[in-house]
């Protein structure tokens, strides 16, 4: 949980940029890319973290611009990617109007009470679960992927290694 406006701010910005490494490197076609029939795509995936997983952030009363709830995600990679930069940067911006106080302070969420600097957490968290998904699509698609707490398969190589296994 967070106490801090400062720690939130520091850990989402070092988070976000890793998240828009991933962004960054997809392709229009690798958008539809699914692991299975009838489950979230890539592209899906990727405007979940835009739009959906921003909207916790709103409930607790950060306000900022970002794509309605439950839109249908763009089918150009790089609008994907340019709108999580902006939308990233207008939450960082709204975040850093709050006092520290302001964690403290509960909210219900997904029918439970929780104090808007657990959201905050549970915010990071969850973008870091779908991430890993997007990797895995990524992975898939044949794109290469950029390393997130590590050096990437394709990083090791750029180095003259080997991954290791």
Do not use: C
Request: charged share 20%; no cysteine; net charge negative.
């Amino acid at each position: 949980m967070f106490t801090s406006v400062q720690d939130f701010i520091k850990d989402y910005s070092r988070e976000s940029q890793s998240t828009q490494k991933l962004l960054d490197s997809l392709t229009d076609e690798s958008l539809g890319q699914e692991i299975l029939p009838g489950l979230r795509t890539l592209g899906i995936l990727a405007w979940h973290l835009i739009h959906d997983d921003k909207g916790m952030v709103q409930q607790i009363g950060i306000k900022f611009k970002a794509p309605a709830a439950h839109s249908e995600h763009p089918q150009s990679a790089a609008v994907i990617a340019q709108t999580y930069r902006e939308t990233t940067a207008a939450l960082l911006e709204a975040a850093s109007q709050w006092s520290d106080d302001r964690l403290q302070e509960s909210n219900n969420l997904f029918g439970q009470t929780w104090k808007n600097g657990f959201t905050l957490f549970q915010f990071i968290k969850h973008e870091v679960h779908h991430r890993g998904q997007m990797t895995i699509l990524m992975r898939q698609a044949g794109l290469p992927i950029a390393g997130v707490y590590g050096p990437s398969k394709e990083e090791w190589e750029r180095m003259g290694m080997t991954a290791p296994v």
